[in-house]
């Protein structure tokens, strides 16, 4: 399957910029250990000295931040915390969702009523808003106090954090796979196996599986773009990936700073510079993550055409399994008759 998705020219060109960015910031730990130094102040033509931060324009690729740092270096370093905190997230909503959707398929279905009106009533707090609230006490409540005590350290946060956008959409997910077994147990070729007697073990394995992970598959991808949103808009309120520390950048001011470099501290920390004369600052990572999105965007189309496809092969699988059983059976009865 990952041959004919990798054929996709669209879904080709989503995973190279993805796998490009997450193995550039590997690559760049690795060789330099994260370190992104301040620069040198610049002259221009005449000798005299430049204020920074400098513009695309005088220091090509994408300038300098407010700390005169390369911005394209901290892109590369916080891109492998950015996409690897998504994908942990997007992994340990989907997953068990999966299983939690099997569960309440078949044992829980006359409360799905229930658990259905519950999930679409909480669909209606905004989950960026719920995160915030979840996270703020914990993520800020030190640098705020007392800038000089955190009272938790960077991996109790980045835990914390990764658990909270987890728990928050679990609840949503679980009904969506919920809904997703129900239409395979109605397609036709389920009937056969009811009359030959089959047992919920062999639903998951024969007939549910086939069918349900291009849906896993789809769902994930999804699930990506949707958690790339809610990374970005609590960075715009200071809630960072790992926590932050307080700075003081090249105007003299205290600024929050992300641990990790991660994009939305990125953004969350440029954001104010959209109404000065350094407006790139907060276009950089908007611009980084919105490519991002567009990537995963592109693989999505891409692995839908490849997973209609395999679903139309599997449908044609199962309605001949299910004819030549069909067919076993009226001989054995006529042959007993």
């Known amino acids: 399957m990952f041959k004919k998705l990798m054929k996709k020219p669209a ?9 490009g960015m997450f193995a550039a910031s590997l690559v760049y730990y690795a060789g330099w250990g994260d370190e992104v130094a301040k620069l040198d102040l610049m002259k221009n033509e005449e000798g005299d000295f430049l204020s920074p931060p400098y513009s695309p324009l005088e220091y090509p690729p994408l300038g300098t931040d407010n700390f005169n740092r390369n911005v394209l270096l901290l892109l590369i370093v916080g891109a492998k915390y950015t996409i690897g905190a998504a994908l942990v997230i997007m992994l340990c909503r989907v997953l068990p969702s999966v299983v939690l959707g099997l569960v309440i398929h078949f044992y ?7 658990i259905d009106h519950i999930v679409d009533a909480a669909n209606y707090f905004p989950p960026t808003l719920l995160s915030f609230l979840l996270l703020n006490w914990m993520l800020l409540e030190g640098p705020l106090d007392n800038p000089d005590h955190f009272p938790y350290d960077f991996w109790d946060k980045t835990i914390f954090y ?3 956008l987890i728990i928050i959409s679990i609840p949503s997910l679980t009904p969506l796979f919920s809904n997703e077994y129900d239409k395979i147990m109605k397609e036709e070729f389920i009937d056969s196996s009811k009359v030959l007697g089959a047992t919920k073990r062999h639903y998951i394995m024969n007939h549910i599986r086939p069918f349900i992970l291009p849906q896993i598959l789809l769902i ?15 960075g715009v309120l200071k809630v960072f990936i790992g926590g932050a520390v307080l700075e003081e950048d090249v105007f003299h001011n205290q600024v929050f700073v992300s641990l990790t470099y991660e994009w939305s501290g990125l953004l969350g920390g440029w954001w104010q510079y959209l109404w000065t004369t350094y407006p790139w600052i907060s276009f950089i990572p908007v611009v980084f993550f919105s490519l991002t999105i567009l990537s995963a965007k592109l693989m999505l189309i891409g692995a839908t055409r490849v997973m ?6 599997h449908r044609v699988v199962h309605e001949e399994k299910a004819d030549s059983f069909e067919g076993k059976e009226r001989f054995d009865l006529v042959h007993k008759a």
């Open 11 to 19: 879904f080709l060109t989503g995973f190279l910029f993805l796998f």
């Open 108 to 114: 829980f279905k006359p409360f799905r009523n229930i």
């Open 162 to 164: 990764l658990v909270i």
């Open 220 to 234: 994930s991808i999804r699930e990506f773009m949707i958690i790339m949103l809610l990374i970005a808009h609590p």
């Open 308 to 313: 209609e496809t395999l679903g139309r092969d």
